[in-house]
Antibody, heavy 127, light 108 residues
Framework: QVQLVESGGGLVKPGGSLRLSCAAS????????MTWIRQAPGKDLEWVSY????????YYADSVKGRFTISRDNAENSLFLQINSLRAEDTAVYFC????????????????????WGQGTLVTVSS | SYVLTQPPSVSVAPGKTARITCGGD??????VHWYQQKAGQAPVLVIY???DRPSGIPERFSGSNSGNTATLTISRVEAGDEADYYC???????????FGGGTKLTVL
């Protein structure tokens, strides 16, 4: 069965950095778009970033653009999120999720939804 | 940017029907997906493309979408359905993936 396991979260000071990882198993990782979604304590879900199956198409939420970098290693079935210049408002549980959707007439993969999620890793930004 | 509006809470007695709405401008023209998140757990997809159910999701869960409102309907509600429910759409704007603010379903 599909399994996604995040790691790399922790307590970090404002301005610091972390690298989150997501280990995938139970499916052909290289065939799927993947995404990161976060949830601040007691708050709703917020999409962060997605990456295409081959890694050549990447999008970020405006709130993290320029500070976060998504990447993947299909040989290792792993997804990553490098988070820099951390702020208090980045405190959240970070989930990785598998994205499904379809290709439109121009070849753009759109209408993403998320059929499998990891359990999340907590990032706490505090001095 | 596009905004999804959900009621903060819905309460229902066991065995009754719960309806959770997700409002948005002409949301009927978009595909809506729904997630269930129980306390301390990751979200689970319960409805995709307005009305399709993933395997393993009970038939009690159904969805509809028209006009300015999408609705998740849970029939014969059970205590185990108590959770937060989020709607989600894809939008051709700066942030393509949007979630609603979530609705807490309480089973009385």
């Amino acid at each position: 069965q599909v399994q996604l396991v995040e790691s790399g979260g922790g307590l970090v000071k404002p301005g610091g950095s972390l690298r989150l990882s997501c280990a995938a198993s139970g499916f052909i990782f290289s065939g799927y778009y993947m995404t990161w979604i976060r949830q601040a304590p007691g708050k709703d879900l917020e999409w962060v970033s997605y990456i295409s199956s081959s890694g050549d198409i990447i999008y970020y939420a405006d709130s993290v653009k320029g500070r976060f970098t998504i990447s993947r290693d299909n040989a290792e079935n792993s997804l990553f999120l490098q988070i820099n210049s951390l702020r208090a408002e980045d405190t959240a549980v970070y989930f990785c999720a598998r994205a499904l959707g379809y290709y439109d007439s121009s070849g753009f993969y759109q209408q993403h939804y998320f059929d499998s999620w990891g359990q999340g890793t907590l990032v706490t930004v505090s001095s | 940017s596009y905004v999804l509006t959900q009621p903060p809470s819905v309460s229902v007695a066991p065995g009754k029907t719960a309806r959770i709405t997700c409002g948005g401008d002409n949301i009927g023209n978009k595909s809506v997906h729904w997630y269930q998140q129980k306390a301390g757990q990751a979200p689970v997809l319960v409805i995709y493309y307005d009305l399709d159910r993933p395997s393993g999701i009970p038939e009690r869960f159904s969805g509809s979408n028209s006009g300015n409102t999408a609705t998740l309907t849970i029939s014969r509600v059970e205590a185990g359905d108590e959770a937060d429910y989020y709607c989600q759409v894809w939008d051709s704007s700066s942030d393509p993936v949007l979630f609603g603010g979530g609705t807490k379903l309480t089973v009385l």
